[in-house]
C-alpha cells in the first residue's frame, strides 16, 4: 500500500483522470482507510471547483502544481533551489 505523501503526490493526476489504473487503484485502496488523504482529496476537488469558476483562470504549471503537491506532502522539494 503507498502511504500518505505518495498519495497526496497523485492527487491532481488522479482529479485530472490522468493516472494509469495500478496508481489509480493503489490510490484509492489508501483512500479507503485513510480519513486525512480523503480530506486532502476534498480539498483538492474544492480548489479546483473554485478555479474553475473564475472564468480565464491561468492553467497551473505542471512545476508550480509539483511543487505545491511536495510541499503538502511534507517531502521538502516544495522550496527554493
Not at 497526496?8 to 483522470?17: A, D, F, H, N, T
Not at 495500478?22 to 488523504?37: A, F, K, S, V, W
Not at 483538492?44 to 506532502?73: I, S
Request: aromatic share 4%.
Amino acid at each position: 500500500m503507498i502511504d500518505c505523501p505518495e498519495a497526496v503526490r497523485r492527487m491532481w493526476s488522479y482529479l485530472e483522470r490522468a493516472l494509469e489504473p495500478t496508481p489509480t487503484d493503489e490510490l484509492e485502496t489508501h483512500l479507503d482507510t485513510c480519513q486525512r488523504c480523503c480530506g486532502e482529496l476534498e480539498f483538492n476537488r474544492h480548489l479546483r471547483a473554485m478555479v474553475a469558476e473564475h472564468e480565464g483562470a491561468p492553467n497551473v504549471p505542471h512545476e508550480v502544481r509539483a511543487r505545491v503537491d511536495a510541499l503538502l506532502a511534507g517531502d521538502g522539494k516544495g522550496g527554493r533551489a
